[in-house]
Structures are given as C-alpha cells and as structure tokens.
C-alpha cells in the first residue's frame, strides 16, 4: 500500500503509544503517557465464550471443560483450576491458510500483522435472512463501495450475514442440530462465493475475511472452494464472529490473536475491535 490510510495511522500510533509506555522515557514526563485504548474509544469483543452450547461444525467433537478442583484446600485458600478439550474448528475460531492449502501458514506461522488492521463490515443481511442460501456476490462489495468508498488495501473484511442473531440455536443459525458426517447435506447458512473471494483477492489484497457463520463457504457446499481460493493467497479465515451488529461498517481497528497452535489449521480466536468515537 503505498499511502497508509487514515485507520491504519491510527492503529501505528496506538502501538507506538504503547510501545512509549512501556520503555523508560527520561526526558518526558508522567504527565505525557497514555493509556489504551485512548479517551473516547469503544472496546468490541466480536467472540463467543466457550461452554457446553458452543456450535461446532456436525463432525466435531463440542468443547468440553472437567473441573480438576475448585474450592478450598486443607491449607485454607481457594483454588481453581480446569482442564479443557476442543476441535480446532468450532465456536469463534480462525482458520489457517494449511487448512485447505497444502504448505500455506499454519496457525502459528500467521505472521500477528496479518491479524490486525482496519475493519470494514459488509452487511448483507437483508439477503442473506431472506435466503440461508445466499452467496455474497461481487456486487455486494460494488454496492458497499458506492456508499463508503473503496476497501482499503490490507483492510480485514467481515461480512454481516445476521445470523449472530440466532447463536447458540444450531437449527436457526446452521440449519440442524444433527451430528455426524450425515448431517453436512443438512447444513444451510449464507457465506462467500468464490468469485467474490477471487475478487476481493484481485482487486482489494484483504488481509483477512472474517464471516458471522461457521464458515466462510455456504452450508451447501460440497468442495468449499472460497477457503481453497482465500487460502491459496495465504489469507486467513475468521468464522462464528460474533457481534457484527456494533461495528460501523468503517473506522474500527481490529486485533484478532488465536491459540498458538503449533502447525495447527485453526484454533480459538479472541477478537477485539477499537472503535473511535467518530465511528461509533
């Protein structure tokens, strides 16, 4: 990108800020360090908790949590403590570039610029809750630009489909709650067709795609091409994203860091988003 634009200054200087804060700094005083996020700045949390209700695709395993111990100890103190297990690909989780492309990044290979950036969001909910079918098109994108001008280079894209409205239901927001490989024929839920995806790929350099649904291919898909095209360039996917419905659809920085799996082809994501005042 040859001219930074105005949300990824932004997301330098709250970096160098901290950067200041944390190395000594002899010739300013106290009075000149900040803190993040800065006055006025709304802090997003865009992901699920993980419980006994979190949505996994039909072939995974659900999360599970064992409690090894809470309460008090003989020696008079609380304690607590768990221990977990969890597919890779369920709840709010990223997919790795390896996940459908042979020697791309695996999760802990995913260099941490790629995963923050301005956000845009593109709503097509309208469409998407009147059909669980839908497929994003390139003129969703063509029609989002024409009212708020062009994505930027390296911007991550989120697609609004609505159906963060219906988590944890697994028969409203994938369209059943059957388990097992039988049950994939059965999934319905809006994602992003691969024409879009190449498009976006083209035209836009993403950095990553983020989707309110538990993938970035629709539900019916058979051979999930929009993960083969996205992934083939090394961008990552971000799926079950929750609440999309808070972003403006500019303006906001995100930062998403997932479980440092090693050679893992996703994992829990934790994704957070700045939002200034301007555009909240």
């Not at 941490?112 to 909910?125: E, N, R």
Request: glycine share 8%; net charge negative; with cysteine.
């Amino acid at each position: 990108m040859n001219q930074p634009n105005h949300a990824m200054r932004r997301l330098a200087l709250l970096f160098l800020l901290l950067g200041a804060g944390c190395r000594p700094q002899p010739e300013a005083p106290p009075a000149t360090l900040t803190t993040l996020p800065p006055p006025g700045y709304e802090v997003l949390d865009l992901s699920y908790a993980y419980d006994d209700s979190t949505i996994y695709w039909p072939t995974a395993e659900g999360f599970q949590l064992r409690i090894d111990h809470r309460g008090y100890t003989e020696a008079g103190y609380y304690y607590e403590a768990n221990t977990f297990c969890t597919a890779e690909h369920g709840g709010t989780h990223i997919d790795a570039p390896v996940h459908f492309a042979e020697g791309k990044w695996s999760v802990d290979e995913i260099p941490l610029t790629q995963l923050m950036g301005p956000a845009v969001v593109i709503d097509v909910s309208e469409k998407a809750l009147a059909d669980r079918d839908y497929q994003i098109q390139v003129a969703d994108f063509e029609a989002w630009e024409a009212t708020h001008g062009p994505i930027p280079e390296g911007a991550i894209v989120l697609l609004r489909t609505g159906y963060g409205r219906f988590w944890p239901d697994r028969v409203r927001y994938m369209g059943t709650d059957a388990r097992g490989p039988e049950a994939v024929a059965q999934l319905h839920f809006p994602g992003l067709h691969p024409d879009a995806a190449r498009w976006l790929l083209e035209n836009r350099r993403p950095k990553a795609v983020g989707i309110d649904t538990p993938s970035i291919d629709y539900g019916q898909s058979t051979r999930f091409e929009t993960h083969q095209v996205l992934f083939a360039e090394n961008v990552p996917a971000f799926e079950n994203v929750a609440h999309l419905d808070r972003l403006p659809p500019r303006g906001s920085l995100l930062i998403a860091l997932p479980m440092k799996i090693q050679r893992g082809s996703g994992g829990p994501l934790r994704i957070l988003a700045l939002v200034p005042p301007e555009a909240s």
